[in-house]
């Protein structure tokens, strides 16, 4: 099924909640941890540095825009919203604001509450 979608993502990799917009090249190297409430587009990169252990650690609720290659020994922290064709090689630890660019920076505070929408926010109470 990953060959048919242009896949390449390892088991375990991703928390609950992933949300893969549409099919598309999509690598993630195996030492990377992502947390609950991704939603992540095609032509993606996820990786490591050459030492092959050294991948990124990212929190809940990162939305990864098409194009945007993340790479290295870093950390992005919950509710980061990742611009399309961006290129994440340090870590962002403040929650919820917007990066993007080549190489990416902070371009605003407004994070991921209007672009992700999780299954606990349809639970009528």
Request: hydrophobic share 40%.
């Amino acid at each position: 099924m990953s060959v048919h979608l242009g896949f390449s993502i390892p088991i375990n990799v991703f928390g609950p909640g992933l949300s893969i917009a549409h099919r598309g090249t999509v690598v993630v190297n195996k030492n990377v941890t992502v947390g609950e409430n991704c939603r992540i587009h095609a032509c993606t990169n996820i990786g490591s540095n050459r030492d092959d252990v050294s991948a990124p650690q990212i929190g809940n609720n990162v939305y990864i825009g098409p194009g945007a290659k993340i790479f290295g020994d870093i950390v992005i922290a919950d509710n980061i919203a990742i611009g399309a064709n961006s290129v994440v090689n340090k870590s962002f630890y403040e929650k919820g604001i917007s990066i993007a660019g080549v190489p990416a920076k902070k371009i605003n505070a407004k994070g991921t509450d209007d672009i992700i929408v999780t299954a606990t926010q349809f639970v009528k109470e």
